[in-house]
């Protein structure tokens, strides 16, 4: 079972490293889509208003060159969706059987990966989940 784990991020340093390495053995691969500027969709002033550059990059470069398992593509797109679609796109293009996609500040425990991970061999036939999040 081939899982990608995708990033769809903009200004996310403060905690992407701490996600990225609580799911590096869950999935198969994981790429970072690194908005290189805000979404125009929504307010076609963002790129100018809003441009403020991070440490997201720096972060997850060294974190590539540690683990061969992460990819970081960088881009610009015009709203969430095309975002998301990129990714997506990544995945069928390289035959992965499921797409995780995963805020830049969402952690997850190792037994809820684990769990994650017997319920899609047991249900191969789901075509797409949706974890609910519960303390």
């Not at 440490?55 to 969430?80: F, N, Y």
């Amino acid at each position: 079972m081939k899982i990608a784990a995708v990033y769809c991020v903009y200004n996310e340093d403060e905690y992407i490293e701490y996600s990225i390495r609580s799911i590096l053995g869950f999935a198969t691969h994981i790429y970072v889509l690194l908005g290189e500027q805000p979404y125009s969709a929504y307010n076609t002033q963002a790129r100018d208003q809003f441009r403020v550059a991070d440490e997201t990059e720096r972060v997850v470069t060294e974190l590539a060159r540690q683990h061969p398992s992460i990819t970081l593509i960088k881009g610009t797109w015009d709203s969430e969706l095309d975002h998301r679609n990129a990714g997506l796109a990544r995945c069928l293009t390289e035959r992965y059987d499921y797409y995780f996609l995963i805020d830049g500040d969402e952690v997850y425990r190792q037994d809820h990966l684990a769990n994650l991970r017997e319920d899609l061999l047991a249900h191969p036939e789901v075509g797409q989940f949706i974890i609910k999040c519960d303390l």
